[in-house]
């Protein structure tokens, strides 16, 4: 590592390792669990949901109690199905290429695709090992995250980040190729061996002048994703809308929304939008990131949502949702990390 990517890392708290930015304000989660009497306090947050979202949970599950007609068409495909069986179903439903592929329980954009035809589609299916969902491609404008939580006794809550996001692309100047115009590019230097596998084939192209060039589909900010603050436009308009979603749901009381939409105007009247993820408790509030703030901010910004957490954890607690025990959450989340840790390393091996 370079003298100027030093500078750049030091300069850039948000691209510090997880556990450099989370260590200082451990002790208080800590806490929490100490009041709690449990390590998985977490888990009644959102009582449908597995873990209560912290992490592992299945998108179906999540899809399933939402409104209908308010997340993409949604195909569920095992690995073992034939390839000529899956044609059938994806004829059957409707969706047309391109369409959209991710693991049906996945995080940080591992193995989400893009996918362009048929034989890509066989491609992709030919290498995956778990379930994963097939969707419709949302074709909207705009990708926004919003930050959710409400108390379950009480009609409203409170919608704490609002964000635009944006795609990892570089663009081209004509006389440079995509290997060095990524070299270029501060946001893609930390993942330089990803993207070298993912552009194999297009390394040495000269990208023409003023062309974008997409690097990732997956616009989460662990795939280099852009966070651009919003929160000059929440209001009780769009706060209707989500806790509109909330009481449909009845039971998702803390997390963040992916969302596509063609207009943040129209996301506030409750129309043309599709939910693309409900991320439960384990949803790190993203506003940390696009709201310009120092790290001190930052953990100001992630106490609160944890005090908030625990307060929603224990009031359904107190109501009947029991925490989870010891070795139940202790031995999911470990096969949840073995998942990922597959899921991490399919990736960074597959250029399609």
């Given at each position: 590592?370079?003298?100027?990517?030093?500078?750049?890392?030091?300069?850039?708290?948000?691209?510090?390792?997880?556990?450099?930015?989370?260590?200082?304000?451990?002790?208080?989660?800590?806490?929490?669990?100490?009041?709690?009497?449990?390590?998985?306090?977490?888990?009644?947050?959102?009582?449908?949901?597995?873990?209560?979202?912290?992490?592992?949970?299945?998108?179906?599950?999540?899809?399933?109690?939402?409104?209908?007609?308010?997340?993409?068409?949604?195909?569920?495909?095992?690995?073992?199905?034939?390839?000529?069986?899956?044609?059938?179903?994806?004829?059957?439903?409707?969706?047309?290429?391109?369409?959209?592929?991710?693991?049906?329980?996945?995080?940080?954009?591992?193995?989400?695709?893009?996918?362009?035809?048929?034989?890509?589609?066989?491609?992709?299916?030919?290498?995956?090992?778990?379930?994963?969902?097939?969707?419709?491609?949302?074709?909207?404008?705009?990708?926004?995250?919003?930050?959710?939580?409400?108390?379950?006794?009480?009609?409203?809550?409170?919608?704490?980040?609002?964000?635009?996001?944006?795609?990892?692309?570089?663009?081209?100047?004509?006389?440079?190729?995509?290997?060095?115009?990524?070299?270029?590019?501060?946001?893609?230097?930390?993942?330089?061996?990803?993207?070298?596998?993912?552009?194999?084939?297009?390394?040495?192209?000269?990208?023409?002048?003023?062309?974008?060039?997409?690097?990732?589909?997956?616009?989460?900010?662990?795939?280099?994703?852009?966070?651009?603050?919003?929160?000059?436009?929440?209001?009780?308009?769009?706060?209707?809308?989500?806790?509109?979603?909330?009481?449909?749901?009845?039971?998702?009381?803390?997390?963040?929304?992916?969302?596509?939409?063609?207009?943040?105007?129209?996301?506030?009247?409750?129309?043309?939008?599709?939910?693309?993820?409900?991320?439960?408790?384990?949803?790190?509030?993203?506003?940390?990131?696009?709201?310009?703030?120092?790290?001190?901010?930052?953990?100001?910004?992630?106490?609160?949502?944890w005090a908030q957490l625990y307060r929603i954890s224990k009031y359904n607690k107190d109501n009947g949702v029991p925490y989870w025990k010891f070795r139940r959450g202790w031995k999911f989340l470990r096969s949840a990390k073995k998942h990922f840790a597959m899921l991490r390393q399919l990736d960074a091996n597959t250029?399609?």
């Open positions: 590592m370079n003298v100027k990517t030093i500078s750049f890392r030091l300069a850039h708290w948000e691209t510090w390792h997880y556990l450099a930015k989370y260590i200082p304000i451990m002790p208080v989660w800590a806490w929490y669990c100490l009041r709690a009497r449990s390590c998985w306090f977490f888990t009644p947050s959102n009582p449908t949901l597995t873990f209560g979202g912290f992490e592992g949970e299945s998108k179906k599950e999540m899809f399933d109690q939402l409104p209908p007609g308010s997340y993409p068409r949604s195909i569920y495909i095992s690995p073992s199905l034939p390839y000529e069986e899956l044609e059938k179903l994806v004829a059957a439903s409707g969706i047309v290429y391109p369409l959209a592929v991710k693991p049906d329980v996945g995080m940080m954009g591992f193995m989400f695709r893009k996918i362009g035809s048929a034989a890509k589609l066989k491609e992709y299916h030919g290498r995956m090992p778990v379930d994963y969902v097939l969707q419709d491609l949302i074709r909207y404008p705009l990708e926004v995250s919003v930050f959710y939580y409400r108390m379950p006794n009480e009609g409203s809550g409170t919608i704490t980040g609002f964000l635009k996001k944006g795609f990892l692309e570089v663009i081209g100047d004509g006389r440079s190729t995509l290997w060095e115009l990524m070299l270029e590019y501060p946001r893609v230097r930390f993942r330089l061996e990803e993207m070298r596998t993912k552009h194999l084939s297009r390394l040495n192209d000269i990208i023409p002048r003023g062309e974008i060039y997409c690097l990732s589909n997956a616009l989460n900010l662990s795939r280099g994703g852009q966070l651009i603050s919003l929160k000059h436009e929440k209001d009780e308009r769009l706060l209707k809308v989500f806790d509109g979603l909330s009481h449909y749901t009845k039971t998702f009381y803390y997390g963040r929304y992916d969302i596509k939409c063609a207009s943040i105007e129209d996301l506030k009247e409750g129309k043309n939008f599709f939910i693309l993820e409900y991320n439960g408790c384990g949803a790190e509030p993203h506003h940390i990131y696009g709201d310009g703030n120092t790290l001190l901010q930052a953990y100001r910004i992630l106490l609160h949502h250029e399609l």
